[in-house]
């Protein structure tokens, strides 16, 4: 099956997996999905991922992280900008997501960082996503 929005999808992925208590999950690999992973990692939302090779095909296996009482650490991801609607901002504008503890990915022309660095690097781009 064709998917019309790759990274739509793995953020469905991982949300999915993190509501149902998953231990990790496998998404198909691309650049922007792999930054977009290590913004997470960065960030703290998720323990580790790894790239593993299974069958000729490449995959990135992301480890979920959880509190205490077994909560997910990741609370929501929502996909900002999509293949039908094309969200951009400057950064001046740039979004604040639950008031500075959420973070909003960024497609800069510096790469795809957080909303936080393209404010510091005073660069804007395409809103990719929301992460609380």
């Given at each position: 099956?064709?998917?019309?929005?790759?990274?739509?999808?793995?953020?469905?992925?991982i949300r999915n997996a993190s509501r149902a208590k998953h231990e990790k999950v496998d998404v198909s690999t691309s650049k922007m999905k792999l930054q977009i992973v290590k913004i997470l990692k960065n960030e703290g939302f998720i323990k580790n991922f790894k790239k593993v090779t299974k069958d000729g095909m490449s995959f990135i296996r992301i480890f979920l992280k959880y509190d205490?009482?077994?909560?997910?650490?990741?609370?929501?991801?929502?996909?900002?900008?999509?293949?039908?609607?094309?969200?951009?901002t400057g950064y001046r504008e740039m979004p604040r997501i639950y008031n500075g503890h959420g973070v909003v990915v960024v497609s800069t022309?510096?790469?795809?960082?957080?909303?936080?660095?393209?404010?510091e690097n005073k660069?804007?781009?395409?809103?990719?996503?929301?992460?609380w």
């Open positions: 099956m064709a998917v019309s929005d790759p990274v739509a999808d793995m953020l469905t992925k205490e009482d077994m909560k997910p650490v990741l609370h929501d991801l929502q996909r900002i900008s999509t293949p039908g609607r094309r969200v951009y022309s510096a790469g795809v960082i957080t909303g936080k660095k393209a404010t660069v804007g781009g395409e809103l990719i996503c929301s992460i």
